[in-house]
């Protein structure tokens, strides 16, 4: 989807932010342009997705979860995964931090800093900074360095400094506001990595475009291993990075494309991050987007059981996609993620993060609209974003895995 000078998809994007950060965009802006763009960046960039990150990532086949989904087979034809969780740091995350922290490195900047909720891109960040030889230090709401204390570890160890954050709800909102202040104090030498698909302009299009690479190999493994196109394409959203980089290669196609945000204890219980299917317009950490907010127009706190969705707001393409009728977000319950991040592990082997088990839960529905679409069993692709070894806390607490041994 085309951005325009101004950064807005249609209705949503933008720059709302303090007149200190202008020229900081600005200048992230005109870099975009001269190198993200460029063929000396781009043939550097990949090499590292390549040779250091693993990419391109495995499309798997996963018949054995299909037919537990759908026994009669009357639905699910096809049922393909992108295997982001084996990226190098487990999740998508690092396709964006490479290129930010690779871009930040030419601009002669001295510092990265980031926000993280779930960890991996905090993870992802201090994996870059460590490669390019940069000080990296990451903001983190208190209660996600509780539940998500092996990532915390992870980039500590990698020698990124890890600043927890007591404001507000103490997780990814906070995080990232305490960053924005960070940012404004020390813009000059220093570069704020953004972790998604959301911000002031130029960060939803230079995130998109990083992350990208996601659906573009899809796009190829698919029409190899299964011929043509998906029928449909599926990813979780809270910000909206992994889902964005899966959908941005089918945006022009005649394929379908979703995106489940976590509905917490229930979109009416007023315990979500159903930001797309329950928000409202508003302005949230720079841009014009859809948010969770009360009469009043105050942002209010958003909840998941999975770390990275439990923000308020989404990207503004996102937003811009649901508006025009082109993507379709549907929601999922802390309860059935939970229920999905089992069924995946003893289908398929695989131990998913609890952010992926959203969109795995709503399948079911997906294929049925896709059947009733088409008159025939669905051929769908699922962006698998990250794995779940970070979450066995929570999934030990919840389900009890671990504790009767």
């Known amino acids: 989807m085309a951005v325009s000078a101004l950064g807005y998809y249609d209705d949503f994007g933008g720059r709302f932010v303090a007149e200190t950060l202008v020229p900081a965009l600005e200048e992230l802006e005109n870099a975009y342009r001269e190198h993200v763009l460029s063929a000396a960046f781009q043939n ?12 391109p990532t495995p499309l798997y086949r996963a018949d054995r979860l299909a037919r537990l989904l759908d026994p009669a087979q009357k639905t699910i034809g096809e049922l ?25 490195k030419k601009l002669g900047k001295k510092r990265i800093i980031a926000e993280t909720g779930a960890g991996q891109h905090g993870v992802a960040t201090a994996t870059a900074c460590a490669v390019l030889g940069l000080p990296c230090e990451v903001f983190m709401g208190s209660v996600d360095v509780l539940r998500q204390a092996p990532n915390v570890a992870r980039m500590q160890m990698l020698g990124a400094k890890v600043i927890a954050v007591e404001s ?11 960053a924005l202040r960070d940012w404004v104090t020390n813009v000059r030498t220093t ?13 939803p299009m230079l995130v ?28 979780c959203v809270g ?50 987007t859809m948010v969770l907010a009360d009469d009043d127009g ?48 003893r289908s398929e082997g695989l131990l998913i993060a609890l952010e992926t088990a959203h969109a795995f839960a709503r399948l079911p529905e997906i294929a049925e609209l896709e059947r009733n679409k088409h008159g025939r069993p669905a051929r769908l692709a699922l962006c698998l974003s990250g794995r779940g070894d970070k979450d066995l806390g929570t999934l030990r607490d919840r389900l ?6």
């Open 208 to 235: 998109s475009e990083l992350q990208r690479v996601i659906g573009d190999e899809v796009r190829v493994q698919f029409n190899q291993q299964s011929g043509g196109l998906p029928d449909g394409v599926v990813a």
């Open 239 to 288: 910000g909206g990075s992994n889902a964005i980089g899966m959908f941005r290669a089918f945006v022009a196609d005649p394929v379908a494309l979703y995106g489940v945000e976590a509905a917490g204890e229930g979109v009416h219980s007023g315990k979500h991050a159903a930001t797309l299917t329950a928000g409202r317009v508003g302005v949230l950490h720079g841009a014009r």
């Open 298 to 345: 105050q942002i209010v706190e958003a909840h998941s059981v999975s770390a990275g969705l439990d923000y308020p707001g989404v990207g503004p393409e996102h937003a811009s996609l649901m508006a025009s009728g082109r993507a379709t977000y549907l929601s999922a319950t802390d309860e059935e993620a939970l229920a999905s991040t089992e069924r995946v592990a």
């Open 191 to 203: 570069h704020y990595c953004v972790g998604s698909a959301a911000g002031p302009h130029p960060y």
């Open 44 to 55: 550097e960039w990949r090499d590292m997705l390549r040779h250091y990150v693993g990419r």
């Open 168 to 178: 507000g709800s103490k997780t990814l909102k906070d995080a990232m506001n305490e």
């Open 400 to 405: 009890g895995f671990g504790k009767d041994v």
């Open 80 to 104: 393909w995964l992108k295997r982001e969780d084996l990226c190098h740091t487990g999740a998508h995350k690092i396709n964006n931090a490479l290129g930010q922290v690779l871009l930040a």
